[in-house]
């Protein structure tokens, strides 16, 4: 058996916008069983939804990265113990996608490299602000050009505690990302280039009061409000309540807020603002993840 431990992931940041993404110590682990009949076992979060055939995204991935090495697929089967919430916006699906490619991997007998698996699953993603961040732990930058990944691995301070909101409905990627149009003001473009820049220099610099600024978004969150009216009652909350600074975490549904020290008051607010405006849902405190996935035990 070979297991792999892939952590959540809080992408965007604000601003960051398909740039940007955070690693959080809360994990999903994806088991090969090198032998068949073919047979998808799930627990935990979306053991009741996710698809048990070959149609299931781990054994999809499965399958592309043998396409990808030209060899043919052997037999295998999956267990997955899944523990982070599927409302959206926590990087479920990359760590179907990042665990596949390093189990399929270990079992092919280590061909790909790190930078080799991380641009297939880009290719399999579409976007690399989850998935980069799943492979290599941290906040990582991810710029794409023409296929090529290019990421950058930026140092986090330590004092730093997260929040995250978990509303109590879904927001499905591909929905969220039809909202969002196609050309925006320069105006709006200068206006995230300068706070992504900025979200970035803060947390090298542990400058974090300059967060609540660097968090600000013109490019997506505007449009995404739709699919989650009272987003900003929230966000203003959070803030009110000391977090240095509150996204929609990557498409949605779920929020999340870095705080100084303790995370406490901001989970209340979140929980009370929601309550406030009848948002279905409940907080809870969530580490960083300096670390991204690793392969846990092989038996
Ligand atoms: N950057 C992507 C988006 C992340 O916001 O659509 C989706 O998880």
């Known amino acids: 058996m070979i297991v792999a431990r892939i952590p959540a992931t809080s992408a965007n940041l604000g601003a960051g916008f398909d740039c940007l993404g955070l690693a959080l110590r809360l994990h999903n682990d994806v088991a090969l069983i090198e032998d068949g009949p073919f047979r998808v076992e799930i627990s935990g979060e979306g053991a009741d939804t996710l698809p048990r055939d070959r149609a299931n995204l781990v054994a999809r991935t499965i399958f592309r990265y043998y ?11 999956l267990r997955m113990l899944n523990r982070i919430p599927m409302t959206g916006g926590l990087g479920s699906s990359s760590t179907a996608i990042v665990g596949g490619l390093l189990v399929a991997n270990r079992l092919a007998g280590e061909p790909m490299t790190r930078d080799d698996l991380l641009r297939l699953a880009l290719e399999i993603e579409g976007h ?37 909101f978990l509303p109590g409905f879904t927001i499905s990627t591909r929905e969220a990302r039809r909202r969002l149009p196609t050309r925006v003001p320069l105006e709006d473009a200068v206006f995230n280039v300068g706070r992504a820049a900025l979200f970035v220099a803060a947390m090298a610099t542990g400058q974090v009061d300059l967060l609540r600024t660097a968090t600000q978004d013109r490019l997506h969150q505007p449009y995404r409000q739709v699919l989650f009216p009272a987003m900003p009652r929230l966000f203003e909350a959070a803030l009110n309540a000391g977090a240095l600074g509150v996204w929609l975490s990557g498409a949605g549904s779920a929020l999340m807020a870095l705080a ?36 846990v035990d092989e038996g």
């Open 67 to 77: 396409e990808a090495i030209g060899r043919p697929t052997p037999l295998f089967s």
């Open 128 to 164: 690399p602000d989850n998935v980069a961040p799943a492979m290599l732990g941290g906040l990582v930058l991810s710029v794409v050009e023409g296929g090529r990944l290019t990421t950058l691995q930026v140092p986090l301070p330590d004092t730093l505690r997260a929040a995250i």
């Open 260 to 295: 100084r020290d303790d995370a406490g008051p901001v989970i209340e607010a979140f929980e009370r603002a929601a309550r406030t405006h009848g948002v279905a849902g409940r907080a809870r405190a969530v580490d960083l993840s300096p670390t991204g996935a690793e392969l």
